[in-house]
């Protein structure tokens, strides 16, 4: 089965697509784990009792909060990138396997006729 350049290119975007997912994933865990050690380590009341260490405790909080609502945003960003290449991949793919098996695009129509047939069929009327 020979695939076209374009499809080899965003075969290897997703590919890198889904590395960076797992890379920001990972980064959430270890800032998840960083902010429970952070309240771990206060006292009972949850602040430290002088003046700079409740202002350290705050800034490192605020900054660990900062760093995890940019993490998410980065993982919308990334989940968004992945659709959109997979809308495109699923086509080509399609059309790279239909060519290369027959019993590929068997399946394939026989699947699109099926999903024809769910249609029609919910557009009937109930008695």
């Not at 309240?39 to 909080?61: G, K, V, W, Y």
């Not at 990334?78 to 399946?107: I, M, N």
Request: glycine share 2%; net charge negative; aromatic share 4%.
């Amino acid at each position: 089965m020979d695939l076209s350049q374009t499809t080899i290119e965003h075969l290897r975007d997703e590919a890198y697509a889904f590395l960076c997912r797992e890379a920001v994933k990972d980064g959430l865990d270890r800032l998840t784990r960083e902010r429970a050690e952070m309240i771990d380590r206060c006292p009972a009341d949850n602040l430290p009792a002088d003046q700079p260490a409740r202002e350290t405790l705050n800034r490192s909080m605020r900054s660990a909060l900062d760093q995890e609502a940019e993490l998410r945003n980065h993982l919308t960003r990334l989940s968004q990138l992945e659709q959109r290449l997979q809308d495109v991949l699923r086509p080509e793919l399609h059309a790279c396997l239909t060519k290369a098996s027959a019993d590929y695009g068997h399946f394939a129509t026989a699947h699109e006729l099926l999903a024809r047939w769910e249609t029609l069929f919910r557009a009937l009327p109930e008695r």
